[in-house]
């Protein structure tokens, strides 16, 4: 490493942008990004794992995603993540033998809430079929599951592919004697899963549809998908509007009320959190809950440790430790973080290893601004220049020894599967590192670019056995919305042209966590994967 660090060392983490194949829907690709093709042929770089056991995953067929990702680079090293976890408690038994699971199984309903596809980002249909089994095992006689369609980490109309097997065997518990069935359900960006507080009234939908039964009524749920698909046929499952499950008087099979319990099988915790405060908290005010029912109330996981949220959980989350930013307050390195609220929680509480608020008061500040309400499309933009601008300022200031920023664009507009609105997504956040590149220039310091995982380099489905793009019956592309297996780049923006990259095999990003502690001038800890820059 040089002998003089460079300051300050800014991470710039580029949401969802992966290096794809190149092809007409990578976005990545297609979009006209001068400044990045500029750095990359300027300065060193490499490609860095961030899927599967890179960031903790169960396997690598799994796809990264901004939780996992930004942990990663803040710890260091791998932690085994939330649905490495759960399967491990799930196969060895655990979750069973728990105080909490035998309460849960003694209320006078067990209703199971989340989100219902494979898409292994935020649960796994899996856990949930475990769940209801071992329900049954356990004596339960009247449960209930309300569904929340996923379309964004897995294909866009998909939900059926999950939700008929489901009350398929949830069928076959009731012709064993056992009342099950689905209660209700919508779309994951409709209602329930809000996260930082962006759109409280999408958690109040989700409150209403689940606890008070307040929705369209249909006969199943699957009835319900079906009808929203010919309602709308641009209508994915992301976005379908909250249904209701009625018996044959019209009234709603699955309300929650008082003495019932209610687990939330989500193991991730940014979308988990709004949800857990309306089912716990005695000073909520986000909304008007209504006659708010007494339960038990649990976590698959603890969604957010310095909150205690919930106050009952399953499964313990990873423990992470010595953080980067732990680290860099310690040997007394200012900070300073920023995003838009989309991913503000993803540079501050997932890069300090699921901790909320500052870990220094007196060396750090965090800044987010606020994102907009408006559909993701119509601003594909989003605040890319309001986040440059506070960042630049920050660069400038000669206040900081570290700054990092998240840019949502790749990922937040790689998820509508739009491909002009994500080329231009990105092209927002190449003027962004320019901008970014120059202002570290004056200042002295270096400039790392990268990202947390893929999305807006495949912009279109393919046959996963031969490659080919998948089209609709009339022959237009099927669009991609949920991350990819691609890797990321890793830029390393030296303007003295001193830093090149030491070899290390099949690196990850966890490996960005030692490279910025040593540009800091701070020794990782021995148990950190080694550093990207040689000198």
Known sequence: MSARPLSPVVLCILDGVGLGDGGEDDAVRQAHTPWLDRLMAAHPWRTLRAHGTAVGLPSDADMGNSEVGHNAMGAGRVFEQGASLVESALADGRIWRSELWHRLCGGHTLHLLGLVSDGNVHSHVDHLVALIEAAARGGVQRLRVHVLTDGRDVEPRSALTWVEPLEARLAEHRGAGRDYRIASGGGRMQLTMDRYEADWGMVERGWRCHVHGEGRPFTSASEAIQAYYREDPGLDDQHLPAFVVVDDQGEPVGRIVDGDAVLLFNFRGDRAVEITRAFEDDTFDAFDRGDRPEVTFAGMMQYDGDLHL??????????????????????????????????????????????????????????????????????????????????????????????????????????????????????????????????????????????????????????????????????????????????????????????????????????????????????????????????
């Open 310 to 535: 919930p106050h009952a959980y399953l499964v313990e989350p990873p423990r992470i430790d010595r953080t980067v930013g732990q680290l860099l307050a310690q040997a007394g390195r200012r900070t300073f973080a920023c995003a838009e609220t989309q991913k503000f929680g993803h540079v501050t509480y997932f890069f300090n290893g699921n901790r909320s608020g500052l870990i220094d008061a007196s060396l750090e500040h965090y800044l987010q601004i606020d994102s907009d309400s408006r559909p993701l499309q119509q601003r594909p933009w989003m605040k890319a220049a309001e986040v440059t601008d506070a960042v630049v300022e920050a660069i400038t200031s000669g206040s900081y020894d570290h700054v990092r920023l998240n840019l949502a664009n790749g990922d937040m507009i790689g998820h509508t599967g739009d491909l002009d609105a994500t080329r231009i997504a990105i092209e927002a956040v190449d003027l962004s590192v320019g901008r970014l590149w120059r202002a570290t220039q004056r200042a002295g310091g270096i400039l790392l670019i990268t990202a947390d995982h893929g999305n807006a380099d495949q912009m279109y489905l393919h046959d996963r056995r031969t490659g080919a793009l998948l089209r609709t019956p009339e022959g237009a592309p099927l669009p991609c919305t949920s991350h990819t297996l691609s890797p990321v780049p890793f830029v390393v923006c030296d303007p003295r042209g001193e830093c090149t990259l030491r070899t290390v095999g099949d690196a990850g990003i966890a490996s960005i966590g030692a490279t910025v502690l040593e540009l800091c001038g701070v020794q990782p800890p021995a148990d950190y994967l080694p550093g990207l820059i040689a000198s």
